[in-house]
């Protein structure tokens, strides 16, 4: 039995899962993902010359096919560079050092001879299809596609006989998991066009005249054909001082950093995401908006090696992302802190209440000066440098 460590952290995992006939034990923390243990036990025997892994956060797939196909070329891939760092070091603590584990905006060329995906029921539908449809084309004519569930297999089915017109069952479990397998036949492309245009008029408190923004957004990027309500508070609630140089901290796919261009005619913009898919949506609307000369766009796993300006940033605006244990959040305060300029000025908002509350503690603990302002049930915290 081969045996894996899952997860990072100074503690080893005690939870045991056996997989695979016994062929595979998984230690970790929290136990195996269900999909994942699906997408395991439905690997075939025989090795693809090259295959792709991906989309889930313990790279255990991946890992059980190196054990499996000792002689097959195997990468894993994600959209967002935070879990593809982390994969990487869980490949790493197990000994696994040529599987690179990568971030891209869509899955990596082909052709694979295999792609095998999990899509738990709680993922979008939308990005479902997207990459139902990528690995299509990304597999070679005849290559194998294996897809696992840990609930609505049904819906999974449906999806793959759509894209692959053929879907095989693997092992349908009672409460919700599943394994399928679809063979890749057609030539022609099977990909839509999913982007989504989102246009966003933002009308400052500052008296300014309203600002229409055209903004790109694909599936699985924050906000997916949507303006988020707080990303709307905080740019309607900051006031444009002259900054000549603006730091949009995980900026999705931009409505922050590129509105403050354009508030800013002179600034030098710089826009930070771990989203790979969501940098590059940012990318393509600085270029629509003209305004790609002076914003540039990086991923980064978590905020290291940030592209600095001299003396720092005049301005930095964030909307963190709340769920955990506000350790994320707490990152972007104190990255926001480094970043900026001696009397520099950082904005951060969250919805009111536990995360509004939250927020102006961890901001207060690091910056001195803070003010706290509420705008359509949203907490904006300001605070200087
Ligand atoms: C609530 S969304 C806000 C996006 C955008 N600023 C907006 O207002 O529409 C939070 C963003 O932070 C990004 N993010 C989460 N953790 C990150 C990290 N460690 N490094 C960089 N970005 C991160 C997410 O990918 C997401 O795009």
């Not at 084309?137 to 840990?150: I, P, Q």
């Not at 066009?193 to 300014?208: E, F, H, I, L, M």
Request: hydrophobic share 45%; aromatic share 8%; charged share 25%.
């Amino acid at each position: 039995m081969s045996v894996f460590q899952l997860g990072g952290g100074s503690e080893p995992g005690t939870r045991s899962d056996i997989v695979r006939d016994g062929a595979f034990e998984f230690l970790s923390r929290r136990g195996l993902n269900i999909a994942t243990r699906f997408l395991i036990d439905a690997l075939p025997k025989a090795s693809p010359g090259r295959a792709l892994f991906g989309l889930d956060t313990e790279g255990a797939a991946a890992m059980a096919a190196r054990t499996l196909w000792p002689a097959a070329a195997i990468e894993w891939t994600h959209l967002d560079a935070y879990v593809a760092q982390k994969v990487g070091h869980v490949l790493a603590m197990n000994g696994i050092d040529d599987v690179p584990a990568h971030e891209t905006e869509d899955l990596p060329d082909g052709p694979f001879d295999l792609i095998a995906l999990p899509f738990p029921a709680t993922s979008d539908s939308q990005l479902m299809w997207d990459l139902l449809e990528g690995s299509h084309d990304a597999l070679a004519m005849g290559g194998r596609f294996v897809a696992s569930t840990d609930g609505k297999p049904d819906a999974l089915r449906k999806a793959l006989k759509k894209v692959f017109r053929n879907v095989t069952p693997g092992t349908i479990g009672r409460r919700g998991g599943a394994s399928f397998y679809a063979t890749r036949k057609r030539e022609a492309t099977a990909l839509s066009d999913r982007r989504k245009v989102v246009r966003a008029v933002v009308r400052p408190a500052d008296g300014a005249d309203p600002v229409p923004l055209d903004l790109e957004t694909r599936p699985g990027t924050f906000a997916y054909r949507s303006f988020d309500k707080g990303t709307r508070a905080l740019a309607e609630a900051w006031t444009p001082a002259g900054e000549d140089s603006v730091l949009d901290l995980g900026a999705g796919c931009g409505g922050l950093g590129l509105y403050a261009a354009l508030r800013l005619p002179a600034a030098r913009v710089t826009l930070i995401d771990s989203n790979a898919r969501a940098i590059g949506c940012a990318r393509r609307t600085a270029e629509t908006m003209d305004v790609a000369d002076r914003v540039r766009v990086a991923v980064r796993a978590d905020f290291e090696d940030l592209p600095r300006v001299d003396g720092g940033y005049a301005l930095v605006l964030a909307n963190p992302p709340y769920f955990g244990d506000f350790r994320i959040a707490r990152s972007f305060v104190t990255t926001a802190h480094e970043q900026l300029r001696e009397g520099g000025r950082a904005l951060f908002v969250a919805k009111c209440g536990k995360a509004g509350d939250a927020l102006s503690e961890v901001v207060a603990d690091t910056f001195r000066h803070v003010d706290v302002s509420e705008r359509a049930d949203y907490a904006i915290v300001e605070a200087r440098a």
